[in-house]
């Protein structure tokens, strides 16, 4: 029977070790990319994934380029591996973010998933409806408006004022774009809403019918305005185009400045129509504007 060194005995012995080391590594890498490989598979298949969408609600937004944000969202995958649609990584919250980003015109968003492998996306436009529009040499052109002062999608021409609509020189070159501040744009819209309630019940609120008979024997009164228009003038200022409705010839501009709070244009507004100067001197006249920019002051002429 050969006898071996000590040294070879060591060295025997230390290769062993580390064939056992290198064997336990191998295993384990295997192990690893089982787990690993397994787990992918699992992300891949499409149980686990959301395959299917619904859309809801009452919206003015194009379905069509909104679904389409919401497939390219689904589609595709993290670092090439993870699908994004995945059940277990898949953030509606983000989804909800994004719809909202994209489309300005949206109140809400509300993303649920009925099953594992369905989402539901319920929208909301925003109900105050206010219009943005430009004069150009081929015709009228007008944006929705949300309450932050973005225009977010262009607007049909209505044939009547059944939406507030702001009339401005600037021109609106693309979408989404911001062309308000939003103080100012929500004390115009307070302020303007009082104003439409009062012409609509003019009567009761500019005082006694009595004193506004013309000698002709008309009343200025009787619901006999509506707001036509609102042109957006430099530095807060905005006109307000009063036209009667007995003759559309006959109109009159509201001058106001959106420095002062709605609360107090209001106020103002209120005390004005029934100031007993003012409503003498309206008899038998067509008024011109009235001015009220200026603090604790108002002007105003007769055509």
Aim: a positive charge; aromatic letters at 10%.
């Amino acid at each position: 029977m050969p006898a071996y060194s000590k040294a070879e005995i060591l060295r025997s012995s230390r290769e062993r070790e580390k064939k056992i080391k290198n064997t336990k590594r191998i295993l384990g890498l295997l192990l690893v990319v089982f787990i690993v490989g397994g787990f992918l598979l699992l992300l891949n298949l499409n149980f686990f994934r959301l395959t299917a969408f619904n859309v809801s609600g009452q919206t003015s937004q194009d379905l069509s380029v909104l679904k389409g944000v919401i497939r390219e969202n689904l589609n595709g995958y993290y670092l090439g591996l993870v699908p994004n649609n995945s059940v277990f990584f898949f953030s509606k919250k983000n989804l909800a973010v994004l719809l909202r980003q994209k489309f300005p015109g949206l109140q809400s968003v509300g993303v649920d998933s009925p099953n594992l492998n369905t989402l539901n996306i319920s929208l909301i436009d925003r109900e105050s409806k206010v219009l943005w529009c430009n004069q150009l040499v081929s015709g009228k052109r007008c944006f929705y408006l949300n309450d932050d002062g973005l225009a977010y999608q262009e607007a049909p021409n209505f044939s009547d004022a059944i939406i507030m609509e702001f009339e401005s020189r600037g021109i609106v070159k693309e979408l989404p774009s911001s062309v308000i501040n939003p103080q100012d744009l929500s004390r115009a819209k307070l302020f303007l809403s009082f104003l439409k309630s009062s012409l609509a019940d003019w009567s009761l609120s500019a005082g006694s019918t009595s004193s506004l008979q013309a000698s002709s024997g008309q009343a200025i009164s009787s619901s006999a305005y509506k707001l036509a228009r609102i042109n957006v003038l430099p530095f807060k200022d905005f006109e307000a185009i009063i036209v009667s409705n007995a003759s559309p010839d006959n109109s009159w501009r509201l001058l106001f400045n959106t420095g002062t709070a709605s609360d107090q244009l209001i106020t103002n507004f209120h005390s004005l129509i029934k100031d007993p100067t003012l409503t003498k001197d309206w008899v038998g006249k067509n008024l011109d504007y009235l001015d009220m920019r200026f603090d604790n002051k108002v002007f105003y002429r007769f055509k």
